[in-house]
Nanobody
Framework: QVQVEESGGGLVQPGGSLRLSCAAS????????MAWYRQVPGKQRELVAS???????NYADSVKGRFTISRDVVKKTVNLQMNNLKPEDTAVYYC?????????WGQGTQVIVSS
């Protein structure tokens, strides 16, 4: 089984930036088909950004032009650079395999955008 772990969240003012990182342990992990998701209390988890081998990254309309997903092959991590953050980006952010979320979900990393 693969267990993912997210990090990098925090409190940031509107317009600020954060960089999230996703690492994993266990056999079968591949950084070539991964995605970032986010969830706010009372709402379903939503897809934020995805990256697959041989394809262009895809983003939710709400984050296009502000977020960038990337992978570090050497470190075996998948990252999410978030710029020009808005209060509506406040959520717990998770990473998992894409398109099927077959890895064990991590605890997520909390992002709070507030002045």
């Amino acid at each position: 089984q693969v267990q993912v772990e997210e990090s990098g969240g925090g409190l940031v003012q509107p317009g600020g930036s954060l960089r999230l990182s996703c690492a994993a342990s266990g056999n079968g992990f591949s950084i070539y088909a991964m995605a970032w998701y986010r969830q706010v209390p009372g709402k379903q988890r939503e897809l934020v950004a995805s990256i697959i081998s041989g394809g262009s990254p895809n983003y939710a309309d709400s984050v296009k032009g502000r977020f960038t997903i990337s992978r570090d092959v050497v470190k075996k991590t998948v990252n999410l650079q978030m710029n020009n953050l808005k209060p509506e980006d406040t959520a717990v952010y998770y990473c998992n395999r894409f398109p099927t979320t077959t890895y064990n979900w991590g605890q997520g990393t909390q992002v709070i955008v507030s002045s």
